[in-house]
Each structure stands twice: as C-alpha cells, then as structure tokens.
C-alpha cells in the first residue's frame, strides 16, 4: 500500500464516504423538508444507482490510495436493499480501520445484530430531541421517538460500545431539548455530538439566524454540567472534544459554521449515483460511474480517482460568506448538492 495521496492544500485522502441511496423515511426540515403541494423529490432510478460490486471495487481501490475509515450514509442507509450484504463485503477489505454507519435509527432494532455480525464496526445515530412532539416535528412527522430508542439499546445490546447520537441543533425548534439529550445520555458509554445547522444544499432554505454556535450551546450546558476541552484523538476529527468535569463521560461539538475545519478536512464522498464529490458544499461532482460501466480497468480507475483528489482545493466553510453570496446568484443554473444525496 503506497502513501496517502494529497490533495492542493496538502491534505491527505483518509476517509470515505458512501450514499448508498438517496431515499429517506424522514423528512427532517434541515435536510429534506416535507414537499409541499406541487413539489417533490426526484429520487434516482434503480439502475442509475453504484451496484455494490461497484462501491467494494471503488472502495478497494480507494483504500489503496490512502482510504482507511469508511461510513456508510444516505438518505436512509438501512433502507438500500441488501445493506448487511454491503457491509460484510466492504469488512472484508484488508485496509480499513474503521467501518462506521450513520442512521436515523428506524429501523436499527432490525439491523443492528445482523449488521454487527456483517463486521460494521461503529454506528451514528441521529436524534433531534428526546421531546416526543419536538422529534416528531424534526422528522418532519414521520419519525418515532420510541423506535429510535429501542434502537440504540439494541445496538448497544449486540455489542456497539460507544454510540455516537448527532443532535442538529435549530435555534428556537430544539434548542431548548438539549439539556435533556445531554442529562440523558450522560454516563452512559455514548457520545453525544451537537452540530451546527449547516448551509448544505438548496431546500432547506437556510438562514444563519436559526443557528446556534458551538459556543452557545456550551454555555447553555455549561450552566447544568461542567465541562472541559479534551485534545483531538486524530488529524482531521470533525467534532471538538469534551469531558464531563464529574467523569460522566464525553460529549463532542461540531462547528462547521462558526469555527471551520477544512484545513483539515481529509472526507471524498462517493454519491449513489457514482458521482464523486470533494466536498459537502460542492455543486458539481466526478461522474466516476461512468468510467466503471465503459470497462475501466483498475489501472485506469486508480488515476482517474487520484486526478480528483490531486486537483482539490475545497474549503467552502471557510470561504463561505463570498460563496454564498456568488451561488444565490446562480441557484438555478448550478445548485449545490443535497444533503441527502451526498450523506452528511
Ligand atoms: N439518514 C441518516 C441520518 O439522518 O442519520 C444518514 C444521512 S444524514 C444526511 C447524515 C447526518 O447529516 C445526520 O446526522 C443529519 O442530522 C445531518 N444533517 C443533515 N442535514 C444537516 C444540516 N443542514 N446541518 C447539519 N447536519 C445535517
Ligand atoms: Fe433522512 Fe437523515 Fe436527511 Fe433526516 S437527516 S431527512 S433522516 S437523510
Ligand atoms: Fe471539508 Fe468542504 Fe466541509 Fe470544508 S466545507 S470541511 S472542505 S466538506
């Protein structure tokens, strides 16, 4: 295995993430809010989406470039038929330290056995809010609190230790559930991430007043639960780190908009549509599917993925006030790609 290539800012390729569809069950507002009369989804066909011999032959050789964590995503990653399939054949790569797998949890107390014994390693869970009424809202009506629940104690019964729960925090929507997600997850063996409403995609018609900076949401738990920064466990860790004072635990901060980390920022997402994109905020992807179906041989795919990387320069968070700015402009034309398309 050679060395991790790098990319225009010298930022080595290490993880890689993968939508392996981009439905969901969920229509929480800051990803993909309900339609509304006369709008929809236009959702991939079938045989438009990466099979899974294609994801495990990009995976493979994505790894040989450097790759060595991987997460599984969507839209609702448990809901691509053959999922616990997948995962046994991307756990079989020699290569890969961490295999991880983000979920809304709806149908986790199916899949989380079947899913351990396919070899996933790790697990993200998202949960807004442990108010029935405010979960209810954030998944745009569809979700059930109850289920998520069940969910996350199943998976820890089958043995995933430390769960990471992602809360998106939305300023005056749940900002006021998270003293209760911190009290109720506090000494136990999970992670509690608060991130920053992000500016990702078109439709859900972000604004900045409805986020609520890391630091506020420190203050806010601060009040209840004394904490203190701990160092980061690796280059590039999203989420900044902290310790209960009282040994309850860790619980971690993402701050994509007040506090940028591209400079460190070592993520190639790999959409379900075989687009590759460089970044979370990016409107236009490397269509790599198509080298796949037109006979590439790995020889070939091997350069072709390393060009994408070897030419990125991406660093949307930090130049985002002038970006934001140039694609109001053009939103018709070049929109950025959705959440759910890219997987977060
Ligand atoms: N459906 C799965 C889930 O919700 O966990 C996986 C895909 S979802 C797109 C991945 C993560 O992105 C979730 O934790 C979600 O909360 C987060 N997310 C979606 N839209 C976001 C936004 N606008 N700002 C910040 N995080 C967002
Ligand atoms: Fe679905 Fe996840 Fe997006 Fe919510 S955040 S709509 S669960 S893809
Ligand atoms: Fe990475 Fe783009 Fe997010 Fe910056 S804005 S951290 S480059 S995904």
Redesign the pocket.
């Known amino acids: 295995m050679q060395n991790p290539i790098t990319d225009q800012l010298n930022r080595p390729l290490h993880d890689l993430r993968i939508s392996v569809i981009d439905r ?1 069950n ?1 229509r ?1 507002p ?2 993909m809010p309900t339609e509304k009369e006369g709008t929809h989804y236009s959702f991939l066909k079938q045989d438009e989406w990466l099979t899974f011999p294609e994801i495990v032959r990009l995976t493979r050789l994505l790894v040989e470039l450097g790759v060595r964590k991987v997460r599984l ?5 448990l809901l691509r038929p053959g999922i616990v399939d997948l995962v046994k054949n991307l756990s079989a790569i020699a290569g890969i330290e961490d295999l991880a797998l ?4 709806s149908a986790l107390s199916k899949f989380a056995a079947p899913l351990k014994a396919a070899g996933l390693q790790r697990l ?3 949960l ?1 809010s442990l108010d029935a009424r405010v979960f209810k809202h954030m998944s745009g009506g569809k979700g059930s609190l109850h289920e998520v629940l069940a969910g996350i104690e199943e998976a820890q019964r089958v043995g995933f230790g430390s769960i990471k729960i ?1 809360v ?1 925090v939305q300023k005056g929507v749940n900002d006021n559930s998270i003293v209760d997600l911190v009290s109720h997850f506090k000494n136990s063996p999970h992670v509690l991430r608060l ?7 078109n439709c ?1 018609h ?1 604004e900045s007043k409805y986020v609520v900076s890391s630091k506020e949401i420190i203050r806010l738990i601060s009040q209840q639960h004394a904490l203190e920064p701990l160092p980061s466990n690796y280059f590039g860790e999203v989420a900044e780190r902290y310790r209960f004072k009282d040994g309850g635990g860790e619980i971690g901060f993402i701050s ?1 908009i007040s506090q940028p980390f591209c400079q460190s920022c070592t993520r190639l997402r790999l959409a379900n549509d075989g687009k590759l994109y460089t970044c979370l905020f990016a409107t236009q992807g490397t269509d790599i599917k198509k080298l796949v179906r037109q006979g590439a041989n790995d020889q070939d795919l091997s350069s072709a993925l390393k060009a994408v990387w070897a030419k990125r320069q991406d660093r949307y968070s930090q130049e985002r006030s002038e970006i934001r700015s140039k694609t109001s402009k053009q939103k018709v034309s070049n929109p950025k790609i959705e ?2 398309q890219i ?2």
Request: one cysteine or more; glycine letters at 18%.
């Open positions: 969901c969920f929480c800051y990803c995503t969507g839209g609702e990653p983000t979920t809304n949890g993200t869970v998202s807004d992602n998106v991130i920053e409403y992000m500016d990702v995609g859900n972000w994509s959440m759910f997987g977060g």
